[in-house]
């Protein structure tokens, strides 16, 4: 019998860790698709669940449970990746740079990151969500995208990127105002 996606979100409604334990083979397998090391999987899919567990009151049951769970897992295995590669050279040896200039864009590329994560989970719908993690992270092209996710407007992905954008731009910018940075991710110098 399959579930819809209906029934899933009343089954989280009473017994989440049930529909948690049933995702959890299947999130271990995605991030060890995206990893390609067992360990690493394990502990990314891990942090997916704990992520997913704080996020669950977020989740309204537009999209699929399962499809919810993937994105964040992705998300999570994507921003692994990206930030050991950004640890390495080619050869796989330490970049042997300025630890102090290293540390500062560090905190920098971690503020963006979680700028970013924050001002989406506060402004993007899942639907949205998964369009720009398709476009921006898979690359795909528009078009695919307009088949995967069935959109039916006129349209289609490009409509629906080109909201994602006016979206995401209006909150990092009254988010960045906030923090102090102007429209930069650089904090202002003068008071």
Partial sequence: MTTTPADEFEDLQRDPGAVFARYTDRVYGACYQLLGDADRAEDMAQQTLLVAWRKLPE???????????????????????????????????????????????????????????????????????EAVYLRYVEQLPQERITELLDLVDASGARGLLQRCRRKLGRELRRRLQELGHGSSFFRNSHG
């Fill in 59 to 129: 989740f309204r049951g537009e999209s699929a449970f399962g499809t919810w769970l993937y994105s964040i897992a992705r998300f999570l295995c994507f921003n692994a990746i990206r930030k050991r590669t950004e640890v390495l050279v080619e050869d796989g040896v330490f970049e042997a740079a300025d630890p102090a200039a290293s540390a500062l864009r560090g905190l920098r590329n971690k503020e963006r990151e979680e700028l970013l994560a924050s001002a989406s989970a506060a402004v993007l719908d899942p639907l949205e969500q």
